[in-house]
Each structure stands twice: as C-alpha cells, then as structure tokens.
C-alpha cells in the first residue's frame, strides 16, 4: 500500500491506496512543530480503527507547501512505516513534465500535483482550480507541461478579513444566498462573497481560455468547488481527490 500526503496551509491529507484505490483518508491540521511521533500516535491508531496493519505501507510520498513539516514526515515515514519519503520537488523526484515559467523553482509542489493529476485523467490544454487557503488556477498544455496560472485569494480568506479587519460584521459561512440583494448584514455579506466568486472564477477561466486561443478542459477541486459548480456551469469535471491522485501517478511514474 501507498502513504500519499498532502501537506496544505491549513490541513494535511493523508491518503493510503491499495493499488489506484484509496481504501482511506485521513485529515489533520497542519502544525509546523508537530513532532513525528505526534503524527505516528494520531496516524497508527486510526489506521488501526480503519481495520488494516500500518506495516502493510510499503511507500510514501509527499507534496507540502509547509517546509517545516518535511523533516517530521520524513521521520514519520522512515521510523514508523520503514519506507522512503519521495518528496515532490526535490531533485530525485521525477515529475515527467517540464515547467515552462520564468523561475521553475517557484512552482508550489501542490500546483504541479494537481496539473499532472488533471492531465492524466482528461488531457489538455487544461485549466485545474482548487479551491483552498487560496483558489488557485493552473495551467497544462495539450502535453501536460506546467505553463502558468494565477493566485486569487481564497475564499475563507475572504471571509475571515472581513471578519478580523472590520469593528461588527461577524464571520459568515460560505452559501449561495436566497436572493443577490441582501435585506440584513449576513445576507450582504453572503451574496458578496457568493457571487463575486463566481464572477471572478467565470470571468478568468474565459480570459485564460481566449489568452491561451484554444479551448481548454476545467477541472476544480477543493471542498468548495462543490459550492459553486451549479452557478459557474464551466467545469468540465470535479475531483476531490485530484491531489492524492496527483501524488499516486508521480510515484509510479518514480518507481516504473
């Protein structure tokens, strides 16, 4: 079986696969000095729970966006599981495409996941959106290559600026409103965030798709995207498992 993580700004996935099936998953908040045997108590025992032997693992593979957290899993991975990490983005990881931007280096871990996840599933061009700590949209050529994307901030970014920058709006939870003309603050605030998103999400993927000048497959992700799909009415597909996805395809495509 395959450990595959994904470290993100605000939780961390774990994923076991039997094969190309994730027989469980398992969400945690991420923690930048959370200790590796921290993770292995937490890990093991609800790994135990789900019914199957932690020393069934027999690889790991991460995708973090937290630095920090790396050499912890790494121990986690090494000390408890006796397997090797492969880490995405270090230099014995394999992705299989090229990244054609103006600093390679900079390319986050989980956005060149999600595009090789995207890509293998449906093709391309492609556009993949995930809707976390920020919505994120990044772009695939009809080979797979990463050729860009943009940063917009996230949608529960949004709402917790509102909430901390401001003396007496409260925090609000991300729905579709009953009607665009809000009668009260709640109201106001919902049919802001709502609809501007889908404002903003529609009108970059059909700015990206007539810069690009070739029709392009959207593919979203993200506990939020389900949100938004009816509205928009642009995604091709959604995905929320495209990161764990991502992580299983690059560790075959390492260990061939």
């Keep these: 079986m395959l450990l595959a993580i994904d470290v993100g700004n605000t939780n961390s996935k774990f994923a076991v696969f039997d094969g190309d099936r994730i027989v469980a998953q398992f969400r945690l908040r991420t923690e930048a000095k959370r200790t590796a045997d921290e993770y292995a108590a937490w890990l093991t025992q609800l790994m135990d729970l789900q019914g199957f032997d932690p020393h069934s693992i027999k690889g790991a593979i991460l995708a973090s966006v937290v630095p920090p957290v790396n050499t912890h899993i790494r121990r986690l991975c090494e000390t408890y599981f006796r397997t090797k990490l492969l880490i995405v983005g270090e230099p014995d990881c394999e992705l299989g495409i090229k990244i054609l931007i103006d600093r390679p280096q900079e390319a986050g ?75 009260n603050t709640v109201a106001n605030m919902q049919s802001g965030v709502f609809w501007g998103y889908v404002g903003l999400i529609e009108s970059l993927i059909k700015r990206i798709r007539a810069e690009y000048g070739e029709p392009m497959k959207v593919v979203a992700t993200g506990g939020l995207a389900a949100v938004f799909k009816d509205e928009i009415g642009l995604f091709d597909a959604i995905e929320p498992d495209l990161m764990s996805l991502g992580l299983l395809e690059i560790w075959r495509r390492n260990n061939k």
């Design 109 to 183: 871990a989980d956005r060149l996941v999600g595009v090789i996840a995207g890509h293998k599933k449906y093709g391309g061009p492609l556009i993949t959106i995930d809707f976390g700590s920020a919505t994120t949209f990044d772009l695939a050529d009809k080979d797979g290559n990463f050729i860009g994307g943009v940063f917009a901030p996230g949608v529960e970014l949004t709402i917790e600026a509102f909430y901390l920058m401001t003396a007496r709006l409260p925090r609000i939870r991300v729905e579709k409103p009953a009607k665009v003309i809000g009668k």
